[in-house]
């Protein structure tokens, strides 16, 4: 089965710009995670979407990070405006949705801000 | 709160020779711990978990990983090192608490493997 997909791969910004990220899940996987991984640092959890709601945002900086999946599938992540220490990799992982199940991952998108 | 520890930034080891990176968990409740990979520029691979069991994991690319309650570790081993083996290793526990369902990561040991 095709894996969890995302674009850009790459992308490198100045601060107060914007920028979005794009991410498709493995097929029928309900629910959907955006970690940030900073250079050094385990990934650490943005947000979780069952189906198209949000199940957990607590550690998304809602003041500048937005993120949204309109219809249950592929989910967009906004930072507006972007600051330097938003520089870090943005993983997208997806599951069935079962307590026990594996979260895979994507291959991320490196954000630079400069 | 759940939390995982990696006391090893880096692990080094000459190819063939058996490889262990170390893992500490403090959980409330049954824990279930993960490993994944990452080489450069890609993802977190996954290589596995324990849920409940045997307290021996097997995974993928000839990696297992020992659960100890007593020692609350989940020590990664290989029994013979590749150079293909050299990535990023972290070590997880999920955290299933109020409102949420994420992974907990730890800080990450990198593996080099030397001809």
């Known amino acids: 089965e095709a894996g969890v997909a995302q674009s850009p791969r790459y992308k490198i910004i100045e601060k107060r710009q914007s920028v979005a990220f794009w991410c498709n899940p493995i097929s029928g996987h309900a629910t959907l995670y955006w970690y940030q991984q900073i250079l050094g640092q385990g990934p650490k959890l943005l947000i979780q979407f069952q189906n198209n709601g949000v199940v957990d945002d607590s550690q998304l900086p809602k003041d500048r990070f937005s993120a949204e999946r309109l219809k249950g599938v592929d989910s967009t992540l906004k930072i507006q405006p972007a600051k330097l220490e938003d520089s870090a990799v943005y993983l997208c992982?997806?599951?069935?949705?079962?307590?026990?199940?594996?979260?895979?991952f994507g291959p991320g998108t490196r954000l630079t801000v400069l | 709160a759940q939390s995982v520890a990696q006391p090893e930034d880096q692990v080094n080891v000459a190819e063939g020779n058996p490889l262990t990176v170390k893992c500490t968990y403090s959980?409330?409740?049954?824990?279930?711990l993960f490993w994944y990979v990452q080489y450069p520029n890609r993802g977190l691979q996954f290589l596995l978990k324990?849920?409940?069991?045997?307290?021996l994991v097997k995974g993928s690319y000839g990696f297992e990983a020992e659960f100890n309650k007593s020692q609350t570790s989940f020590h990664l081993k290989k029994p013979s090192a590749l150079v293909s083996d050299s990535a990023l290793y972290f070590c997880?526990?999920?955290?299933?608490?109020?409102?949420?369902?994420?992974?907990?990561f730890g800080t990450g040991t990198r593996l080099q493997v030397f001809p």
């Open positions: 992982a997806s599951t069935w949705g079962q307590l026990r199940d594996t979260q895979y």
């Open positions: 959980v409330s409740g049954n824990p279930y």
């Open positions: 324990y849920i409940t069991g045997d307290n």
């Open positions: 997880a526990v999920r955290d299933t608490g109020d409102n949420t369902d994420k992974l907990i």
